[in-house]
């Protein structure tokens, strides 16, 4: 049982990034008492977190981890995103992290001029490790676990396979400046994407919450709609194993709105189905809207439990996958509970201040 300050927001931090105890023990250990772990990013930070995570949020690849990704380490004005090397269990060895994001992540543009990929990005490697820059601004994220070598083989070869279907490569033909077809986008408006990058971002910052549902088996996410505040509804549907019913995706949501932790949302609707019996449906909805006026934009969780046959079929198609993800669940300790309940969250008294 974690007592102490430093170690409850040691836990915390791990349950939300993902982080090895280590690196959140030295993040706590650094920080001032008292300081966000999960600060918010800069401006152009932000805009470029939000257009990654559109990237990753439906993987093309089999992946153990959620979004294949191990962990995420969140500054001010950078972040740091771990993917996971293991492919336990891909049936195409092909299909490795570094040919997809080589795909989702780099800007390319067909013969009409719509841009795939992240516009204005660029990668680098510094210092052994891949960087992805957002031109003109000091915005990074840096794309931890991939090999340099390897990196560029996939730019190479994405770049020829993408080229043979009339696309352009932005980011070869104009290294240091602006594609003509990105320029729409060095701009972005007040409305749509660019008004709900807050949710995005933020998202990709706390990619370690869908662990505490159970087993995670997948999760995937995408836009659904633009909403009338201008900003748009994003979905997410994290589908997991041996899970804990309506607890579990109310903690969930709860960690999600957590004051100093969490997003600034609040429940505005939910839809459980933990009642029914195995089979009938795994779905339960949540919709979580922005508390502040000016930041529009809605999320709305999808969380769907495999349980009974379903469960039984995915165990038996892939064990080696099964295994490997099973070791990959984080149940949040009795005193997590005991914390959201001082915020007044619907989860099941440790003070506020214990761990802020």
Not at 120 to 135: D, M, P, W
């Amino acid at each position: 049982m974690k007592t102490t300050v430093i170690e409850r927001r040691t836990e915390l931090l791990r349950l939300y990034t993902g982080l090895p105890w280590k690196k959140a023990l030295l993040r706590v250990e650094t920080a001032d008492p008292g300081s966000l772990l999960i600060p918010q990013p800069s401006a152009d930070q932000l805009l470029l977190e939000s257009r990654v995570m559109a990237a990753l949020a439906w993987r093309q690849i089999a992946t153990v981890h959620p979004w294949g990704i191990k962990y995420v380490d969140p500054r001010p004005d950078r972040l740091a995103i771990e993917f996971e090397t293991d492919v336990v269990g891909r049936r195409d060895p092909q299909e490795t992290q570094a040919r997809d994001l080589a795909e989702v992540l780099l800007p390319r543009a067909d013969e009409y001029g719509e841009i795939t990929g992240v516009p204005g990005a660029r990668t680098h490697v510094e210092n052994g490790q891949v960087l992805l820059r957002l031109l003109g601004t000091t915005a990074s994220v840096t794309l931890v676990g991939l090999d340099p070598a390897e990196w560029q083989k996939a730019v190479d070869d994405q770049d020829h396979e993408m080229s043979t279907y009339g696309m352009t490569p932005c980011h070869r033909d104009r290294p240091d400046r602006w594609h003509p077809a990105e320029r729409p986008f060095r701009r972005p408006s007040s409305r749509g994407a660019a008004a709900s990058a807050w949710l995005t971002s933020g998202l990709l910052r706390r990619a370690g919450l869908t662990r505490s549902l159970g087993v995670p088996l997948a999760v995937t996410g995408w836009l659904n709609c633009r909403e009338r505040e201008g900003g748009e509804r994003w979905i997410i549907d994290p589908t997991f194993a041996e899970g804990r019913g309506a607890t579990g995706h109310r903690r969930l949501t709860a960690l999600l709105a957590a004051p100093a932790w969490g997003l600034p949302v609040t429940v505005a609707d939910e839809y459980c189905n933990c009642h029914l019996p195995a089979g009938y449906t795994d779905q339960c909805t949540t919709t979580l809207g922005a508390v502040r006026a000016d930041q529009p934009g809605v999320l709305e969780v999808r969380t769907i439990q495999r349980r009974g046959d379903r469960l039984q079929r995915i165990q038996q198609d892939n064990p080696a996958l099964y295994a490997a993800q099973q070791q990959l669940a984080f149940p949040p300790p009795a005193w997590v509970d005991r914390w959201l309940a001082s915020w007044g969250s619907t989860t099941s008294g440790v003070p506020a201040d214990a761990v802020t």
